[in-house]
DNA sequence: CCCCTGAATATTGTCGACAATTTCATGAAA
DNA sequence: TTTCATGAAATTGTCGACAATATTCAGGGG
């Protein structure tokens, strides 16, 4: 029987830790894209009923990373280059919108904030080597920073609490190291520039251009 | 004890059902904006147990519909001037990707049928009058055909299936009728003009800013 | 009068069991 | 060999009950 996430229970529900718990299994490949989910094996594997499993796994459908039919059960997700497209078609557009928010709502705290993590990032030393630009999952994530700073929560939540998911998805399944890893951050320096600015015309004609590009660097990796 | 959704069982499950009459029954303000769910008490209405009655509450919850709190229970969201404010801003983001994308992979079968929708609602005696410009939710309704046309699945899901129970929810809940109907039913002509012209840039910039038209317009009846 | 304390009540989280449906294996017929 | 039917096994959907937690209410002290 598996151990579940440290999070003790005061505050969040058994069905909340294998929520997250599975959450990070389907994203590393773990529990492998595409396979079938069986309840009473999950369900025996965790040690929790199947109730609270069923409720994790329905989570884990309204993210994205299962789909479920009725009487017949849950499978992961496939990956797919459509589904990459897709997905950073819709990250084009929510990222764009938020680079323009948050140049127009930012504040000094903001601005601070963003050169630290500038700044920590640059002290990588596989960034120095050009050789990858590893994006810690979490605070100090450049586009998660950039999209809490649109003060938007409807897309907080659409992209850090739902797509980012998937994204992460992608990334661990395709191999993380990009020979972008220069051009990258300097995009970064630029996008950060432009909100520091106020200009969020310019800030999200940024964004959605490095957004494209991080996509065709993936999809040349997908061939 | 209330009826349920036509729906029989063959094909979804009684979650399933609970799920979409109780989405309606938030959305259309039977069920409170703002009040407290009680699960024994739903539970009972509906003639169901409350295992069922939770699965339907959880995709609620992720519908944004619904916060639920560890070991308190869901309450109903709230309406404000912010959420609506972060709503649109989200479309308008969202909705000109579509339409950029629709302009972009269109098919004369698409072309035929905007059009088609376009008349059925240049019909309308409400419009004529210039008292109301009204969208039957579904097939005919004018963002959801254009999101279609985009042939995105996830653009599709995050707009049809999950913002826009949001948007009819501020809809219903501060009326519908608009004195924007003559100007909007334009704007839209214009829209899948671009989108025949195969110019995307255009229409995405016609369709936010038709978004944005539109919120201002909802925003001034919110005061 | 207000605030705090603690028992009583109600609600939520979790579990195991049963019914309905699907999937799999076996074998017969074309 | 392939296809189809049939029954067995496994899986999913649904339910009611119990334990843990929150809420309510009464009473006492400040």
Chains 1, 2 share one sequence.
């Not at 709502?105 to 050009?130: C, F, I, P, S, Y």
């Not at 605070?139 to 998911?165: E, G």
């Amino acid at each position: 029987m598996q151990e579940l996430s440290q999070a003790q229970g005061g505050e969040s529900s058994l069905a909340d830790r294998l929520f997250v718990t599975l959450r990070g299994e389907i994203v590393e490949g773990r529990i492998a894209a595409g396979s079938k989910i069986s309840e009473p094996e999950l369900a025996r594997r965790y040690g929790a009923s199947r109730g609270s499993l069923r409720e994790a796994l329905m989570r884990l459908e309204s993210l994205g990373l299962l789909e479920r039919r009725v009487n017949v059960g849950a499978r992961v997700v496939t990956l797919s280059e459509r589904g990459l497209l897709e997905l950073y078609e819709v990250r084009e557009a929510l990222e764009g919108m938020a680079c323009r928010l948050a140049a127009a709502k930012r504040t000094a705290e903001d601005l601070v904030d963003l050169h630290h993590m500038l700044a920590r990032h640059e002290q990588q030393e596989e960034l120095q080597a050009g050789t990858a630009y590893f994006q810690p999952e979490g605070d100090f994530d450049f586009h998660f920073r950039i999209v809490h700073a649109s003060r938007n929560d409807l897309l907080v939540d659409t992209l850090c609490n739902r797509l980012y998911y998937r994204v992460r998805m992608y990334r661990y399944q395709l191999g993380m190291a990009s020979p972008r890893a220069r051009s990258a951050f300097r995009e970064h320096s630029h996008i950060i520039e432009a909100i520091e600015e106020g200009d969020g015309e310019l800030a999200e004609i940024l964004m959605r251009r490095h957004i494209r590009a991080s996509r065709q660097n993936i999809e040349h990796k997908l061939r």
